[in-house]
Every structure is written in C-alpha cells, then in structure tokens.
C-alpha cells in the first residue's frame, strides 16, 4: 500500500490497567513451576500515518538529520548500583573456551577466505556514540544511527539521504533507533525511544514506524507511541521479532521507586501494527530473579527470517557472571513470555530456566565504562554487561536455533583483553526447552581486544560475526569472521577479515552501544554489517559480505596427513586431506601424488563430499622413501573435471628420511646479553635430537672467544624429535665489559649430520651502555588515568633515562596541590631517582625534590610528599632507574647520572584530601570495617543529591569495582565486600567527575 498523500492522525485515548496481582506465593518446592502475570496491561497511546519519504521530498516536509558544529555525547548510560564484587568469581587464570578457539585440528584448515563485496560510510556523526544499526530488505538496505537514518538500495547507491526520525515521528529526535526487517511481513520498522518531556507532551516510552508496504522508499508509515506512566527513562532499547508480538528490552531500573517497578520487558501486539489498527495493546513484565552488574540488557529472540514459529512463548535471555554480588556460579538465564491477547490475564512469564555455562569473566575495570586503550584518546567503552545485538533466531530442518554474543575479560585475574563469548542455543521443536548446541570464546588472531559483535545466521546454517578490534598499537578496526554448520563445535573457523581501519581516535569513552549484522532475505547467503570507526570523525560504516563461496565445483587438497618427517620406509602410505570448497555435492573424481617430479600416480576418490567437509584419502600405491636423510618432495593433486578454481587443487609438501643418530645444539639460553654479568656464570644450552632414536650420555661441550674447549657429558635421555636443556657444571668470568664469542655444541658418536652440531653466538656485558629498544621490557608507561588525573608518556629512544611529560588536571581552579606520590616496582636491583623541576627545566635551582628516594634491594615501594603550595600543572616529573642497590650518597656506578635501566614501572597521583578535590569540605568519608574484610562506607551531605560513585583501586591504579549509589536521606551509603579481594592496601573513593574524598583501607 502507498500512502505517498495520507496524513491522517488518529487520537485515541491512552489507558494503563495495572494487573493488580503480581507477585505469587513463593514457595522453594514449586517455585521452578510458579509464572508471573503482566505488571500493566494498556493500548498504545496513539497511531498516526506518515507520507512516504518520496513524497515527504517531492512537497518539501521531509527533515532531514540533525548535524551539529560540535561532538556532543547523547543519552548517557543510565546505571543502577553496580553488583561486581572485587576479587570475587571464576575464571582466575584466563577463559576455559580461548583454546578451542586457537586450537587447530586436522582438517580444520581453510583455504577458502571470503574477501568484502562491498563497504561503504553510511554516516558522519556530530553525536558520541553513533549507535549503528541497519537492516536488509530483498531490494534495500536502511542505516540508522542516533538521530537519522539513510536508504541505499543492494549496490550501495543512496535513495535516501540523511532523514531524521523525526520525519517519521513528528519532530521526536531522542534517539537508540533499531532498524529492523520483519520479513515474514516484508516490511521494514523503524523505532527509537521517546524521552519524557512536558512541554511537548511526551512521555516516557517507545516509537515505532513500520513501513506499510515493502518499498521503504515509497510506501508511507504507520507510527505508533508506546507510552508509560513513570519517571523511568527506558534507556538502550532492543527488539525481537516474534509470532505474536514485537518483543522489547531496555535498561530501566527495575529495582524500585517508581511506578510499576518491576516492569522490565514489553510486547506489543504485532498483528494489528501491521495493518494500522488503532486499538494495539501492550503488556509489561518483571524478570523474576534477574541479576545484574548494574547496567541491564537482556535480549529477545529474534527472527532472522520469514519463517516464524507457529506457536510457543517468546524467550529473553541474559547471562550472570558469579563475579556479581549475589551470583554463585556463571550462567544463562532464559525466561518464557506467554502472551493472550484476548484475554491479558491469561498472559504470563515463567521463572528463569537456568543453563550452567563454562566459566566467563565479563568484568572490565570494576564495571566502569572506559576500559580499552587505543593509540591516542580515552580508553573506550568495551560494554560490557551486555547481550549484544541481536540474538538471532532461526528454524532449520529438525532443529530451532538462537545465537548471541557478550564481550569478555579473557585475561588471567589482575590482567585485561576482551574476547567475544558467543553461544549456538538448540530446541527440538517450537516451545521445548533450549540447551546449549556449542559455546566458545572468539580472540582476534593478531592478539588485539576483540568486542562490539553481532552474528547472524544464513540459510545453509553458517553463523556470521561482525565484530571490532583496538589495542595500543591498533585504532579501531571493523572486521569479520564466522563458521560453517559443519565446523567442530566452539570454533569460528573463517579467517579474521579487516572491513575498515579507523585513521583516527575517539576522544570520549563512548564507543557505538552497538553494532548490527543481518541477513539479506534476497538470497539467505549475505550479510551485511555496520559499526563505528573514526576516520578521522566518528563515522558508520557498512560491510557487506559472505561466507558461503560463489563456486559449485571446487575440491582442493589441505594437507598431507603421511608421511612425516621420520625413518622412512620402501613401502610408504600417501595419506592427503580433501576439502570441498564448492557448494555442490562432490564424488568419484580423480587424486594424484608424484615424488620428486617422477611417474604421477592417480587414483579414484569414490566418496561423498558436501560443502566444507573434509576426508583423508589414502592411496593403495605406496612410495620408496627409504634412503637415509634424504628429503623428498611430495606433490598430491586433485582432478575434478570441472573444478572452478584450480588454483588450490595441488600441495606440494617437502618430507624427509630423519637420520637415526643425529643431535646438535639449537640455542645458547645463558647468559644473555645484558648489564652486570658476573664473575661466576653457567653456561645453559638446549639440545635437540633431530634423529629418529633416543640418544643419552653424550659429549657436549662450548668455548669462550676460541679458547679453551670445556666438555662435559649429558647423562640425560634426549627423545627422538625432542629437546632437553642442559646447564654446564663449570662456570665462566663474563665481569668484565665488552662482547663474549661463545661456541656450544655436542659429539655424538656415529653423528650423521655434523653440520647442525653447533652454535655460537655473542653475548655482551654493557655494563653502563645503553642497549635497550624501548620493546623488549615495554619499557615506560602510555596512561594512567585517575579521575581527572593524567600522566603521559612514552620511553626514551634508548630505554634509559624515560621523562614523563605530565598533565595534570586536577588543579582546575589554580589552588595549590597537596597529596601522596606514589610508584612501585617489581623488587628487583634497581634504584629509582625522582626528578620534580618546574616549566620543563631539570636545571638545580629549580629542583623542588631530588635524590634516592627508594632502595629496590629492600623496599618495593616508595612514598614522596609534595612541599604544600606547588602547582604541579607547571611541573615535569623524571624517572630514573640505575642498576644497582645504593646506599649514602648513591653515586652513579658509571661516574655521571647519564645512564640507568629503566624497566616497566607505574606512577600514581594521589590526593586523599586534597581542598582541590574534596566537594564536600563539611563532610566526612567514614569507612568502618564492620566484620573481617567487609566495610560499611558513608558520607552525609546537604550540597547534593545527586547519584555517587564508589570507586575500589588496587595501589598500581586497577580499578577494582565502579558501584553507583543514590543519596537516601541526606546520605550516600555503601556496604563494601572485599572478602574475596587479595591482602593488600586499597584506595576507597566517593565521589563524581567534580570531586570527592578518599581513604585507604587495608585487606587483610
């Protein structure tokens, strides 16, 4: 239907009906079967219809999206109490699921790598974040982002440029737009939430556009508000698509003090927004038993194709991470949502089925919101907390399916690199219970922090997942990668493929919200991608890609399983992997091998191949291989006849007859190169057995600059293929500075092999010469951050002497700086100089403090208090590291202060109760340790009400935990659990981004 000339708007009167009965009798032996009625039952507010965009063109009423001069954050992350519990929850040594994830099995290679079809901009944004997302249709492709949207039919080609939502939505701008294609319908929606606003009428709620035909150009627009009576902001909305019922989630407190509290989730009635109805009902409910890490976004299932479940309650899922207060054990919940829309009574949700999972950490930085570095700005958002969008749901022939997607900390406890956990869910039939199919967690192979993903499915089963990546060394990169239906579980095996590179950085913690992948339904097999990168403004971008290939014959050779390297014999079985590239079904075609060139031999593979699956083939000709030390060059080759792309029909593998006796010295371990080699220093070695028998007590022996030949005898019993470290009895004078030649090697008797026998190499005393290249220690730090306090810099060229150029933020306002400097090192000889000049100069009269300030022989920190009155916003600071324990005067051991290692170290600022700080100078911070390790922490205050955060440090300037609390009575108050934290010194803050105060406490 086109409505190019409709403007008709329909008032209706809006109504609530609270469900007067929600909570049921709880009692533990029926509560698995107890299920919750809605909290409020209601129509939507009113149903207009909009022109289409075509003729909202052509009669000058289209508006265009809103650009403004300057970057301005929109809608800030609403957060509740945060829930994570210092130290507490599992994993504590890095994610169970990496290994599967980087582990390669045989026959698990891929040739095949799916390069981009298309990638295009899609916006410049003038809001931080951009909140990407967009869909296909079978003839278009609509971006959105915070404020607009644009139109691009399948080529990429522009049909509409830059509308703002409030061209569907009658001048309503507030932003979190979803774009979605319910294909079931053949119709795009378009939605955003509605921000509370008295002067133009608005409440609290939900808009929602749905196209009146397929034709998103020309076709006009129902549009719908879902309105609700409370003060509650329903913050980064998510749709799914259902049956019955367009499905929503949002980040709403749900904890208490408003209307209907316990509202969490809503559906509204999708049959009758479809054709325009003005009498579409809503329902709201709770999710009973719901936890969180203060930032709440579950998700819907939602259908990625047209082939909707005739029958069964939609499902929403979230995970809880036993790193959460109040969670045991890491896990998955699924609630069911049964909805009448006859009769609202009859409409329920169930309590949670719970799905054990392995262990996930989904921490970053104590739940705070800046948590990735990049190789200039803010360190940005990982989101955390967060079901990414969408989780996807398909039917397949015998099986329902649901993927979905979180970030993850896939570092050992103390440490941080973000990973993708993402889960295959599988049901038997419509409404039967969903088991977990396959889980794993996906780190980028070039080592980067991997987040902000979405995954789909296409119609062969395969699952596609956009995804970006940042490091310190890397900005923002777009990429994708993905696996086939047949792959070994918990793996995604399509190679990692870069989409877009930023050229630039963002400078605000905010990074997309989200990102989107979806489906084309023109031919079930494309995906089409959109995230945020910086080139150099914040922008959106779309990839458009496929992970099925475009051939029908390909069969191609991936490996050769025999032989290997090893005593070969006359009679030698040729074993090879085959792998069907091509997406028809592949049998009888012919398989060759040739040695060194010679006769070919072919064969015939007479089994079956379907796309993606692999077998090993093995001829019943065998190869001579038997002459001793020989390498033999091996070609397998495969002949289909109409092979589409020959170019990966042929390996050639080198194989060699291994000598029986043959070892050798493969590196000389100690001493290394270095500063301080000393008077009495063993010789280390590593002895490899490049022969096909087990050797044992043999000569080994090495020499210093030529001289004389020390032997000894491994007594030791060195494996075939095998290596053994073996460290000399006598030791050598290495004291002196200068360069050391040193020869290793063995003498084995009957060796066949002499020339991998020995090794030299030098190795240099550089005493008080400079050697280091700023990256073998990571010498230096990039940035610390502590509430407003910045310390930048980068090594010095020669890894020595490293200068801190440092900002300091803290003194806004010119009043002098009192408080703590603190460092701290890892305990080894070194001594630390601290250098504190004014206006860049280290000249001595203006040396305001210098000298030994710590003994790293003795201590393993150091403390430097500041003289009251200096204004460190006209200051550097320098430090020094020299290589050697001191005492009295502590002389440079090379007679001038020039040189000195200075290895990784970390530098924090802190001022306790510093006037400039504390925003509350009649007002105490009071922490009482209430029992062992567990702390009440208040502050009363009459100059605000706003909400605060309490802030947990570990003294290297982590972040432990980031917990928001909200003024009672005059009072902010906050029970502190630090009963699974490490014994140590902690730094309690309370405060905002103006101010606060701070204490120490002590974990026992």
């Known amino acids: 239907m086109s409505c190019t000339s409709i403007n008709k708007v329909f008032k209706i009167r809006a109504y609530s009906i609270l469900v007067l009965s929600l909570l049921l009798s709880f009692k533990s032996q029926t509560f698995a079967q107890e299920k919750l009625a809605p909290s409020t039952v209601g129509k939507m507010e009113f149903v207009r219809e909009v022109p289409s965009l075509a003729s909202q063109i052509r009669n000058g009423t289209f508006i265009k999206a809103e650009k403004l001069s300057e970057v301005e954050e929109i809608n800030p992350k609403r957060r509740s109490a945060n829930q994570v519990v210092p130290g507490k929850g599992l994993p504590k040594d890095g994610d169970p699921l990496v290994q599967a994830q980087t582990t390669k099995s045989k026959g698990t290679q891929k040739t095949y790598e799916p390069e981009p079809i298309r990638v295009f901009e899609a916006n410049t944004a003038t809001f931080t974040p951009s909140d990407p997302t967009g869909a296909a249709g079978p003839n278009h492709y609509i971006a959105g982002w915070n404020s607009g949207f644009k139109i691009y039919d399948k080529q990429g080609n522009l049909l509409v440029d830059e509308a703002s939502l409030g061209t569907l939505f009658d001048g309503n701008t507030a932003g979190d737009p979803i774009i979605l294609y319910d294909a079931a319908a053949d119709r795009f929606v378009i939605t955003e939430f509605e921000e509370e606003n008295e002067e133009d009428g608005f409440e609290n709620g939900f808009n929602i556009a749905i196209c009146q035909g397929s034709d998103p150009v020309n076709d006009g627009w129902y549009v719908y508000t879902m309105g609700f009576e409370t003060s509650t902001f329903p913050d980064y909305p998510k749709y799914g698509i259902w049956h019955d019922g367009y499905y929503i989630t949002s980040n709403i407190n749900i904890t208490g003090g408003q209307t209907n509290p316990s509202d969490a989730v809503f559906v509204m009635e999708r049959s009758k927004m479809l054709t325009g109805q003005t009498d579409v009902g809503f329902q709201g409910f709770p999710l009973p038993t719901l936890r969180t890490n203060g930032f709440f976004s579950p998700q819907f299932l939602s259908v990625a194709d047209g082939n909707l479940p005739a029958s069964g309650p939609a499902t929403v899922v979230f995970f809880q991470d036993d790193a959460w207060r109040n969670v045991n054990d890491d896990h998955l919940k699924l609630w069911s949502l049964s909805v009448d829309w006859v009769n609202p009574a009859n409409s329920s949700i169930s309590q949670p089925a719970i799905i054990t999972t392995a262990d996930f950490n989904s921490v970053f930085d104590g739940g705070d919101f800046s948590n990735l570095p990049q190789p200039a700005g803010d360190n940005i958002d990982a989101m955390q907390g967060t079901v990414m969008q969408q989780a996807q749901y398909r039917k397949f022939a015998g099986y329902n399916s649901a993927i979905f997607n979180f970030v993850v900390n896939v570092a050992p406890a103390g440490g941080k690199k973000a990973g993708i956990r993402w889960y295959e869910l599988r049901q038997t039939a419509d409404g039967q219970p ?5 889980e794993g967690t996906y780190v980028s192979p070039t080592g980067y922090n991997a987040f902000g993903a979405s995954m789909s499915f296409d119609a062969d089963g395969s699952i596609g997942m956009g995804y970006s990546t940042v490091s310190e060394d890397l900005p923002v990169t777009i990429n994708f990668t993905g696996r086939y239906a047949n792959d070994p579980l918990g793996v995604m095996s399509v190679p990692e493929t870069v989409l877009a590179t930023s050229t630039g950085f963002s400078f605000s913690p905010r990074y997309a919200d989200y990102t989107h992948l979806t489906t084309d339904p023109a031919d079930g097999r494309t995906f089409w991608y959109i995230s945020e990168y910086f080139r150099p403004q914040r922008k959106d971008v779309v990839g458009v890609f496929k992970l099925a290939p475009d051939l029908t014959n390909d069969v191609q050779t991936i490996a050769l399983v025999n032989p290997q390297d090893g005593d070969l014999t006359t009679t030698e079985t040729i074993t090879v992997t085959l792998r069907n ?15 060194d060139g010679g006769a070919t031999v072919t064969e015939t593979f007479t089994g079956s191949l379907a796309f993606n699956e692999t077998a090993d083939f093995s001829f019943s000709q065998t190869a001579n291989l038997s002459t001793t030390g020989q390498i033999y060059s091996i070609t397998v080759t495969t002949g289909l006849s109409n092979d589409q792309d020959t170019s990966n029909d042929a390996l050639t593998v080198n194989v060699q007859n291994l000598w029986r006796e043959d070892v050798g010295i493969t590196s000389i371990d100690n001493p290394q190169s270095g500063s301080g080699l000393g008077s009495s220093v063993p010789v280390t070695v590593t002895i490899t057995n490049f022969g096909v028998e087990a050797q044992s007590n043999f000569p080994v022996f090495y020499s210093i600059n030529s001289g004389n030949q020390v032997t000894e005898t491994y007594t030791g019993t060195v494996p075939a293929q095998g290596t053994a470290t073996y460290t000399f009895t006598a030791t050598e004078d290495f004291s002196e500075l200068g360069t050391y030649t040193i020869t290793a090697g063995t ?34 730090i990039t940035q610390i951050n502590l509430e407003g306090t910045s310390i930048t810099t980068a090594c010095s060229s020669d890894g020595f002497d490293a200068d801190l150029d440092t900002v300091f933020n803290l003194d806004i306002q010119n009043n002098p700086y009192t408080g703590t400097l603190q460092a701290g090192f890892d305990g080894t000889a070194y001594a630390i100089f601290i250098d504190l000049n004014k206006n860049g100069g280290f000249e001595a009269s203006e040396r305001v403090s210098n000298g030994l300030i710590a003994n790293a022989a003795t201590d393993t920190d150091f403390t430097l208090t500041l003289p009251a009155g200096v204004n460190l916003d006209t200051y550097r600071m320098r430090i020094r590291g020299l290589d050697s324990a001191f005492s009295g005067d502590a002389q440079d051991p090379c007679g001038t202060m020039q040189y000195g290692r200075t290895n990784d170290y970390s530098v924090r600022i802190f001022n306790s109760l510093s006037v400039e700080e504390n925003i509350f100078p009649d007002s105490e911070l009071v922490i009482i340790e209430t029992e062992r390790d567990q702390f009440q922490i208040s502050l009363s205050t009459d100059q605000t009400t706003e909400k605060m955060a309490v802030t947990v440090y570990n003294l290297l300037g982590q972040k432990l935990a980031n917990n928001w609390i909200e003024n009672e009575y005059g009072s902010y108050k906050y029970d502190l659990d630090m009963s699974y934290a490490s014994s140590g010194i902690y730094i309690v803050r309370l405060g905002n981004r103006d101010g606060g105060q701070s204490k120490k406490i002590i974990v026992r």
Request: charged share 15%.
């Open 434 to 438: 969903w088991e977990i199919y396959q």
């Open 581 to 595: 590239a091509g997406t028809a079904t592949q049998t009888s075609f012919p398989v060759s091998y040739s040695v």
């Open 747 to 780: 003498d084995l008797p009957d060796d066949k092999n002499q020339t991998n026998d020995m090794i030299t190499v030098d190795v240099v005393n550089a005493y008080c010469t400079p050697f280091s290249d700023c990256s073998s220690f990571g010498d230096g």
